[in-house]
């Protein structure tokens, strides 16, 4: 991941069972998630949970995202959905992107984060399977 913001950036990563559905409307097809599982780590925390590390923009970083244990029955015609995005706001309280938390921060700064999925940065997504 690389980010213009020097601060503090946040990631969602999730999961989501999706189903296609066809619908009558004029947009045609649409479809139908729902979310199974998700990480929402800080960058500020790239390095330990107990020291503040503010990230450098422009800079790459490696992260590796932990979407808990959970269990998912696929049925035909379902798809599995990976979303990455840079907030949850309200699930989760705002970033500001500044480095100081929400309570210290009255001031947004606009975040622009990157995945790079190129040769030079390999990412992987583990997904265990059981047959039933």
């Given at each position: 991941m690389q980010g213009t913001c020097g601060?503090?950036?946040?990631?969602?990563?999730?999961?989501?069972?999706v189903k296609a559905e066809i619908?009558?409307?004029l947009r045609g097809a649409c479809e139908a998630a729902c979310n199974i599982t998700e990480g929402i780590p800080r960058a500020r925390d790239h390095i330990s949970t107990a020291k503040v590390v503010l990230i450098e923009p422009g800079k790459v970083y490696e992260y590796r995202i932990d979407l808990w244990s959970t269990a998912n029955v696929f049925r035909k015609g379902h798809?599995?959905?990976l979303e990455v995005s840079s907030s949850n706001f309200p699930r989760f309280d705002r970033n500001?992107?500044?480095?100081n938390?929400?309570?210290e921060?009255?001031?947004?700064?606009?975040?622009t984060n990157t995945v790079l999925h190129d040769l030079d940065?390999?990412?992987?997504?583990?997904?265990p399977i059981a047959i039933r």
């Open positions: 601060a503090a950036a946040r990631f969602v990563f999730s999961a989501r069972n619908r009558a409307s798809r599995i959905r500001p992107n500044t480095g938390t929400t309570a921060s009255a001031e947004l700064v606009k975040a940065h390999a990412r992987a997504t583990g997904l």
